[in-house]
């Protein structure tokens, strides 16, 4: 293989990696340390929370910014630890500062260790919202874990992503024109005709 078709190839291979969504799936971080979408509900004990608005963006996750309002929007919490799935647990959504409850499961018993929580209308206004997930153990106190994300913060793709894409792009372009001579020569015919 000549050294060109190989810088080609691995250029090609580092942009499908850079553009993978699994690498940029919850802020491109790894393990559940860095994690940004997670409740502690007791000391190192978690649930998962993932947001999803398949109407409107179908192929999306979220967690902290949901982009779109009026839309049908599921929140979907997974147990990290089984001991969960043994108790009592109640999840509710308000909206914030006003403490407006928009959601409320009561408190029930979720043996599969997943909870789907559908507002098929979405979320009322844009804003902040409050989860709040309750434990309602047989013995002892209640335990409250909240976590807040904004709605109605527009489209999916940040700024920053955006000009990462345009730079991967320009990249991919000049390294076409470095690579492929047939590329450079409609290239340099347009550069030349924009001058004169």
Not at 11 to 38: E, I, M, N, R, Y
Not at 72 to 80: A, R, S, W
């Amino acid at each position: 293989m000549n050294t060109a078709k190989f810088f080609r190839t691995s250029c090609l291979v580092l942009l499908g990696l850079v553009f993978s969504t699994s690498l940029w799936a919850h802020g491109g971080a790894a393990g559940t340390d860095t994690d940004q979408c997670k409740f502690e509900l007791e000391p190192s004990h978690w649930i998962h929370y993932t947001a999803y608005q398949p109407v409107a963006y179908s192929a999306e996750e979220f967690c902290g910014k949901l982009p779109a309002l009026d839309t049908k929007t599921q929140l979907v919490f997974d147990y990290q630890d089984m001991r969960y799935r043994n108790m009592t647990i109640e999840f509710e959504v308000t909206k914030e500062p006003e403490g407006t409850r928009v959601f409320f499961l009561p408190a029930a018993k979720h043996k599969a260790g997943t909870v789907n929580l559908e507002l098929p209308n979405g979320l009322p206004e844009a804003g902040k919202y409050l989860i709040h997930i309750t434990l309602v153990p047989d013995q002892g106190e209640r335990l409250d874990a909240h976590m807040g994300f904004t709605a109605g913060t527009g489209p999916a793709t940040s700024r920053t992503s955006l000009l990462l894409y345009v730079f991967f792009a320009f990249a991919g372009l000049y390294i076409l024109y470095l690579s492929h001579g047939g590329f450079k020569s409609i290239v340099d015919s347009a550069v030349a005709k924009i001058k004169s």
